[in-house]
Antibody
Framework: QVQLVQSGAEVKKPGASVRVSCKAS????????ISWVRQAPGQGLEWMAW????????IYGQKLQGRLTLTTDTSTSTAYMELRTLRSDDTAVYYC??????????WGQGTLVTVSS | EIVLTQSPDTLSLSPGERATLSCRAS???????FAWYQQKPGQAPRLLMY???SRASGIPDRFSGSGSGTESTLTISRLEPEDFAVYYC?????????FGQGTKVEIK
């Protein structure tokens, strides 16, 4: 069965960087893309960006462009999301999700990133 | 950026009733690129409907979707206890892909 397993919760200080991993199993990793979506406490879903696991092509939302980098490692079927220059309003649960397009059929369990001094 | 506005914000209904959720886009979106998700507290979202009216794997047929252009509608024909949750629409026809603000379906 398709599974996306994300790395554990992180606590970071303002200005630091965070990298969240998303390990895929149960399907051919290179055949699909990975979206990243975040959800601030008590808020709705915010689409961040998408990466093709096959080509490495990325689509970034304007809000985080410049601070956000998506990568994949096809040898380990793992996607990575790195967010730099963290601010308090980056505190959120970050999700990875599988989809050839932006429609996400399978989701990771989420990773809580807390930004606090 | 295409803004999606969901209505209502909250829907108070009893089990067995019909729920109709609306999602209006600020610009036309191909129906192929609309999706609906369900999210329960402490859980990741779950894909319900995508495209014109396709149900995701394992989704019961009491869930249906329709719409085109600037409007998409999710209908739950008879609410079951497990359907009380927050529902989000999404468009991925134009980047940045965007979500609506969510509709909470609560028990009346």
């Amino acid at each position: 069965q398709v599974q996306l397993v994300q790395s554990g919760a992180e606590v970071k200080k303002p200005g630091a960087s965070v990298r969240v991993s998303c390990k895929a199993s149960g399907y051919t990793f290179a055949n699909y893309g990975i979206s990243w979506v975040r959800q601030a406490p008590g808020q709705g879903l915010e689409w961040m960006a998408w990466i093709s696991a096959y080509t490495g092509k990325t689509i970034y939302g304007q809000k985080l462009q410049g601070r956000l980098t998506l990568t994949t490692d096809t040898s380990t079927s793992t996607a990575y999301m790195e967010l730099r220059t963290l601010r308090s309003d980056d505190t959120a649960v970050y999700y990875c999700a599988r989809g050839s397009t932006g429609i996400s059929h399978y989701w990771g369990q989420g990773t809580l990133v807390t930004v606090s001094s | 950026e295409i803004v999606l506005t969901q209505s209502p914000d909250t829907l108070s209904l009893s089990p067995g009733e019909r729920a109709t959720l609306s999602c209006r886009a600020s610009q036309s979106v191909s129906s192929n690129y609309f999706a609906w998700y369900q999210q329960k507290p402490g859980q990741a979202p779950r894909l319900l409907m995508y495209g014109e009216s396709s149900r995701a794997s394992g989704i019961p047929d009491r869930f249906s979707g329709s719409g085109s252009g600037t409007e998409s509608t999710l209908t739950i024909s008879r609410l079951e206890p497990e359907d009380f949750a927050v529902y989000y629409c999404q468009q991925c026809g134009s980047t940045p892909w965007t979500f609506g603000q969510g509709t909470k379906v609560e028990i009346k």
